[in-house]
């Protein structure tokens, strides 16, 4: 059973940068469907980010062009690199993972870390 634990959640300016870091422990996630969910105080999680065993990714359309998902398979660790913030991004960020090679949208997944806080002030 694969361990996620998030990191890089920080404060920002609304225009910044931050990059998020999920480290995996417990089992490869070298083979799974990997994510990037968020929840904003009052609203229901969401899914931002997704790549497959593969490398194909998928995108929530508010973050289209400003987010980018990525692995290292050496590190076992997952990354969700975000450029040109938001406060609308402001939200508890988590990352998850889905047995299995594929990604079907950002339903069916199955393990989840614990968060890391973003905010983003204007």
């Known amino acids: 059973q694969v361990q996620l634990v998030e990191s890089g959640g920080d404060s920002v300016q609304a225009g910044g940068s931050l990059r998020l870091s999920c480290a995996a422990s417990?089992?490869?996630?070298?083979?799974?469907?990997m994510g990037w969910f968020r929840q904003a105080p009052g609203k229901e999680r969401e899914g931002v980010a997704r790549i497959n065993s593969y490398g194909g990714t998928g995108y929530a359309t508010s973050v289209q062009g400003r987010f980018t998902i990525s692995r290292d398979s050496a590190k076992n660790t997952l990354y969700l690199q975000m450029n040109s913030l938001k406060p609308e991004d402001t939200a508890v960020y988590y990352c998850?993972?889905?047995?299995?090679?594929?990604?079907?949208?950002?339903?069916?997944?199955?393990?989840w870390g614990q968060g890391t806080q973003v905010t983003v002030s204007a």
């Open positions: 417990g089992d490869t996630i070298n083979s799974d469907c």
């Open positions: 998850a993972a889905r047995t299995g090679d594929l990604c079907f949208g950002f339903a069916g997944f199955n393990f």
